[in-house]
């Protein structure tokens, strides 16, 4: 069931956008049938999946970690899970920033990172205002272990997805208008939103990464 979840969502991707299959804690036999079915980026909330999977999976496929980087720093800055990481999608403060390029620089290692956008501006929520991405980016694009390849948000939470659907509008014209800054050492590739309830509507506005986990695990 699940491969057959993955192929189908697969089949409906548009050319160009990439699917992360959201793991959070779900079993090794589940995972590697996620990936059997053809995904290549994992999505990781929790390190301890990290501990669980990396022996059994290793670079089979691409790790991308989605969880609050901030909440995580500590663990997350150590070597292991550097090492293992192809992108960190959550930066959010030049301060998180600073001290991933510390590390990558002592592992020999540029890291790939999205900014995460608060695009709601909801109080005590992670990501950076909106108002302030162009300002982080600028301020954090001279760092050499570390490379900015474009944003990710979240959206608020709503009863309907179509209500996202101005809030992915908004975050792709933050993305396009950075974009066209052309930052030094800054690449705008990436545009990370969208999930089992919103990924439709979320490439239609533009999302070129969607980050999927309850749709391809269902039975
Ligand atoms: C859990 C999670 C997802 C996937 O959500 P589903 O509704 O299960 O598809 C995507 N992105 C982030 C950051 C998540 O924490």
Excluded at 18 to 23: D, G, M, R
Aim: glycine fraction near 6%; aromatic fraction near 6%.
């Amino acid at each position: 069931m699940i491969r057959e979840n993955v192929k189908k969502i697969l089949s409906e991707l548009p050319d160009g956008v990439e699917l992360v299959a959201v793991i959070k804690g779900r079993p090794v036999e589940q995972v590697l049938e996620v990936i059997d079915g053809g995904v290549s980026i994992i999505g990781v909330n929790y390190l301890k999946d990290v501990n669980k999977l990396y022996q059994v999976i290793g670079n089979r496929v691409k790790w991308h970690y989605i969880g609050i980087a901030r909440f995580e720093k500590h663990d997350l800055l150590r070597r292991k899970y550097l090492e293992v990481f192809d992108m960190i999608e959550t930066v959010d403060s030049a301060e998180l920033a600073e001290d991933f390029d510390k590390k990558c620089s002592q592992i020999g290692k540029v890291m790939s990172v999205l900014i995460e956008v608060n695009i709601a501006r909801e109080p005590q929520k992670s990501g950076v205002i909106p108002e302030n991405v162009e300002s982080l980016i600028r301020e954090v694009s001279g760092l050499k272990n570390i490379k900015v390849m474009g944003l990710m948000t979240m959206g608020p939470l709503v009863e309907d997805s179509e209500s996202l659907r101005p809030y992915f509008r908004e975050t792709k014209r933050l993305f396009d208008h950075i974009k066209s800054m052309e930052i030094p050492n800054v690449e705008m590739r990436y545009l990370s939103m969208g999930m089992s309830d919103s990924y439709r509507i979320a490439i239609e506005e533009g999302a070129n990464i969607v980050r999927i986990g309850t749709k391809l695990f269902k039975e």
